[in-house]
């Protein structure tokens, strides 16, 4: 089973956070649990910005990073071209991850995303 799963840019410092994605009326949250020093299991949520909400694709890049919605990836393509496209999710899939699956053996690195890196767009 994919694991579902989301990052955002938190508003009040403009970092990652990577968790469950929630609404408290049209604000989002995002939210996670962490293990504190007492081992207790502490549930944290933070108000990330909208338009910087990106869901997992369920994949890792060559490098073992995981990919989101959002993120500029590079690959080669089936006629050894290199390209750098960001990813996207459409019509039920992420693009241009199917491609890069249907060609097996692909290379495949997140090097950036639209939010942090947007000259690389």
């Not at 929630?22 to 995002?30: E, R, V």
């Not at 199917?98 to 692909?106: P, Q």
Request: charged share 30%.
């Amino acid at each position: 089973m994919r694991e579902i799963k989301f990052r955002g840019k938190r508003t009040d410092n403009k970092e990652w956070v990577y968790g469950s994605l929630d609404l408290c009326g049209d604000t989002p949250f995002m939210t996670w649990r962490e293990v504190d020093s007492d081992g207790d299991t502490v549930p944290w949520f933070v108000e990330v910005q909208e338009d910087t909400i990106g869901q997992y694709t369920g994949l890792k890049d060559n490098n073992g990073k995981e990919i989101y919605e959002g993120d500029i990836v590079r690959y080669s393509e089936a006629n050894d071209e290199i390209a750098t496209k960001q990813v996207h999710f459409i019509d039920g899939a992420f693009s241009p991850l199917t491609e890069i699956i249907w060609m097996g053996d692909a290379e495949c690195e997140v090097i950036g995303n639209v939010f942090d890196n947007p000259e690389q767009n």
